[in-house]
Protein backbone atom coordinates (compact mmCIF):
# COMPACT_ATOMS: atom_id res chain seq x y z
CA UNK A 1 0.00 0.00 0.00
CA UNK A 2 2.77 2.24 0.62
CA UNK A 3 3.97 2.09 -2.63
CA UNK A 4 0.83 3.39 -4.00
CA UNK A 5 1.07 6.52 -1.86
CA UNK A 6 4.53 7.14 -3.83
CA UNK A 7 2.78 6.90 -7.49
CA UNK A 8 -0.38 9.17 -6.54
CA UNK A 9 1.86 11.88 -5.22
CA UNK A 10 3.97 11.66 -8.84
CA UNK A 11 0.68 11.62 -10.58
CA UNK A 12 -1.25 13.96 -8.40
CA UNK A 13 1.76 16.28 -8.48
CA UNK A 14 1.88 16.19 -12.73
CA UNK A 15 -1.50 16.30 -13.66
CA UNK A 16 -1.94 19.90 -11.43
CA UNK A 17 1.98 20.78 -12.91
CA UNK A 18 0.41 20.04 -16.50
CA UNK A 19 -3.24 22.14 -15.76
CA UNK A 20 -0.77 25.41 -15.38
CA UNK A 21 -1.72 26.29 -11.99
CA UNK A 22 0.96 24.80 -9.95
CA UNK A 23 4.21 26.08 -8.67
CA UNK A 24 7.32 24.70 -11.13
CA UNK A 25 9.32 25.81 -8.59
CA UNK A 26 7.92 23.33 -5.80
CA UNK A 27 7.25 20.17 -8.71
CA UNK A 28 11.64 18.96 -8.60
CA UNK A 29 11.26 18.63 -4.58
CA UNK A 30 7.69 16.71 -4.85
CA UNK A 31 8.81 14.02 -7.93
CA UNK A 32 12.29 13.71 -5.91
CA UNK A 33 9.93 12.25 -2.58
CA UNK A 34 7.82 10.28 -5.15
CA UNK A 35 10.52 9.04 -6.60
CA UNK A 36 12.43 8.27 -3.43
CA UNK A 37 10.35 5.58 -1.89
CA UNK A 38 12.94 3.24 -0.30
CA UNK A 39 13.48 6.92 1.46
CA UNK A 40 10.64 8.53 2.68
CA UNK A 41 8.72 4.93 3.24
CA UNK A 42 8.76 6.20 7.16
CA UNK A 43 7.28 9.30 5.79
CA UNK A 44 3.86 7.89 4.72
CA UNK A 45 1.57 10.03 6.97
CA UNK A 46 3.14 13.00 5.65
CA UNK A 47 2.92 12.13 2.51
CA UNK A 48 -0.76 11.45 2.55
CA UNK A 49 -1.27 14.86 4.23
CA UNK A 50 1.17 16.59 1.14
CA UNK A 51 -1.18 14.63 -1.52
CA UNK A 52 -4.63 15.87 0.05
CA UNK A 53 -2.69 19.79 -0.03
CA UNK A 54 -1.83 19.05 -3.60
CA UNK A 55 -5.10 18.42 -4.55
CA UNK A 56 -6.55 21.01 -2.50
CA UNK A 57 -4.14 23.13 -3.69
CA UNK A 58 -5.24 27.33 -4.78
CA UNK A 59 -2.77 30.01 -6.06
CA UNK A 60 -5.16 32.48 -4.29
CA UNK A 61 -5.42 30.61 -1.03
CA UNK A 62 -5.33 32.97 2.05
CA UNK A 63 -6.85 35.40 -0.31
CA UNK A 64 -10.38 36.69 1.21
CA UNK A 65 -13.14 33.83 0.98
CA UNK A 66 -10.42 30.76 -0.27
CA UNK A 67 -9.88 30.34 3.47
CA UNK A 68 -10.27 26.33 2.79
CA UNK A 69 -7.68 26.23 0.33
CA UNK A 70 -4.16 25.49 0.35
CA UNK A 71 -1.22 27.52 -0.90
CA UNK A 72 2.50 26.47 -1.91
CA UNK A 73 3.95 27.57 1.36
CA UNK A 74 1.62 25.34 3.09
CA UNK A 75 3.05 22.33 0.32
CA UNK A 76 6.38 23.85 0.70
CA UNK A 77 6.47 23.48 4.60
CA UNK A 78 5.22 19.57 4.59
CA UNK A 79 7.60 19.25 1.77
CA UNK A 80 10.57 20.11 4.12
CA UNK A 81 8.85 18.14 7.03
CA UNK A 82 9.15 15.03 5.13
CA UNK A 83 12.55 16.05 3.67
CA UNK A 84 13.49 16.45 7.76
CA UNK A 85 11.82 13.44 9.19
CA UNK A 86 13.96 11.33 6.86
CA UNK A 87 16.73 13.42 8.14
CA UNK A 88 16.11 12.39 12.00
CA UNK A 89 15.43 8.75 11.25
CA UNK A 90 18.44 7.95 9.95
CA UNK A 91 21.64 6.81 12.11
CA UNK A 92 23.45 6.83 9.06
CA UNK A 93 22.70 9.18 6.58
CA UNK A 94 22.21 6.78 3.61
CA UNK A 95 24.81 7.45 0.57
CA UNK A 96 23.83 7.45 -2.81
CA UNK A 97 24.84 4.01 -5.16
CA UNK A 98 26.62 6.76 -6.84
CA UNK A 99 29.01 8.40 -5.43
CA UNK A 100 32.05 6.39 -5.60
CA UNK A 101 31.80 6.11 -9.33
CA UNK A 102 30.11 9.36 -9.91
CA UNK A 103 31.77 10.95 -13.37
CA UNK A 104 31.06 14.19 -12.39
CA UNK A 105 33.07 14.14 -9.36
CA UNK A 106 35.51 12.15 -11.08
CA UNK A 107 36.07 13.95 -13.75
CA UNK A 108 34.23 17.34 -13.53
CA UNK A 109 35.34 18.32 -9.44
CA UNK A 110 39.00 16.45 -9.35
CA UNK A 111 40.70 20.21 -9.28
CA UNK A 112 38.04 21.94 -6.64
CA UNK A 113 38.10 19.04 -3.83
CA UNK A 114 36.29 21.78 -1.33
CA UNK A 115 33.64 22.30 -3.22
CA UNK A 116 33.25 18.55 -4.23
CA UNK A 117 32.82 17.43 -0.37
CA UNK A 118 30.07 19.95 0.33
CA UNK A 119 28.36 19.04 -2.52
CA UNK A 120 28.83 15.43 -1.51
CA UNK A 121 28.07 16.33 1.97
CA UNK A 122 24.63 17.91 0.95
CA UNK A 123 23.43 15.45 -1.77
CA UNK A 124 25.28 12.28 -2.09
CA UNK A 125 24.84 11.81 1.35
CA UNK A 126 21.49 13.33 2.30
CA UNK A 127 19.27 14.41 -0.31
CA UNK A 128 20.27 12.72 -3.64
CA UNK A 129 17.32 11.51 -4.28
CA UNK A 130 16.60 15.30 -5.74
CA UNK A 131 20.09 15.25 -7.88
CA UNK A 132 18.96 15.34 -10.96
CA UNK A 133 21.80 12.72 -11.76
CA UNK A 134 20.62 10.01 -9.94
CA UNK A 135 17.01 10.42 -10.82
CA UNK A 136 18.34 10.29 -15.11
CA UNK A 137 20.19 7.07 -13.31
CA UNK A 138 17.56 5.36 -11.92
CA UNK A 139 14.54 6.26 -14.42
CA UNK A 140 17.25 5.14 -17.36
CA UNK A 141 18.54 1.89 -15.34
CA UNK A 142 22.13 3.66 -15.77
CA UNK A 143 22.36 3.56 -19.41
CA UNK A 144 23.33 6.14 -21.89
CA UNK A 145 23.73 8.57 -18.47
CA UNK A 146 25.67 11.99 -19.24
CA UNK A 147 29.10 11.94 -17.46
CA UNK A 148 29.26 15.65 -18.12
CA UNK A 149 26.28 16.74 -15.91
CA UNK A 150 26.26 18.74 -13.09
CA UNK A 151 24.08 17.80 -10.59
CA UNK A 152 23.13 21.66 -10.57
CA UNK A 153 22.08 22.35 -14.09
CA UNK A 154 18.70 22.18 -14.77
CA UNK A 155 18.18 23.40 -18.45
CA UNK A 156 21.13 20.28 -18.84
CA UNK A 157 19.10 17.72 -17.13
CA UNK A 158 15.55 18.64 -19.16
CA UNK A 159 17.87 18.20 -22.27
CA UNK A 160 19.40 15.14 -21.43
CA UNK A 161 16.24 13.92 -20.51
CA UNK A 162 14.23 14.71 -23.77
CA UNK A 163 17.34 13.29 -25.32
CA UNK A 164 17.45 9.68 -23.89
CA UNK A 165 13.84 9.94 -23.97
CA UNK A 166 13.75 10.32 -28.02
CA UNK A 167 16.73 7.73 -28.16
CA UNK A 168 14.59 5.10 -26.18
CA UNK A 169 11.61 5.82 -28.32
CA UNK A 170 13.82 5.54 -31.40
CA UNK A 171 14.90 1.87 -30.22
CA UNK A 172 13.56 -1.25 -32.09
Not at 65 to 88: H, L, M, P
Not at 136 to 161: N, R, T, Y
Request: proline share 6%; glycine share 8%; hydrophobic share 40%.
Amino acid sequence: MKADLFVELRAVALELSDQGDFPDWLLPDILAIADGREVYAGQTALIAELIAQIKGYDPYAGAGCFGDSVGAGTIETTVRKIRAGRRQSEDNAITCELLECCQFFNDSMKDLPKAAEYIRSKLCRGDFPSCPRYRIFKAHHGQDFPPHLSPMDVDEVAKALRCLEKRKGAKP
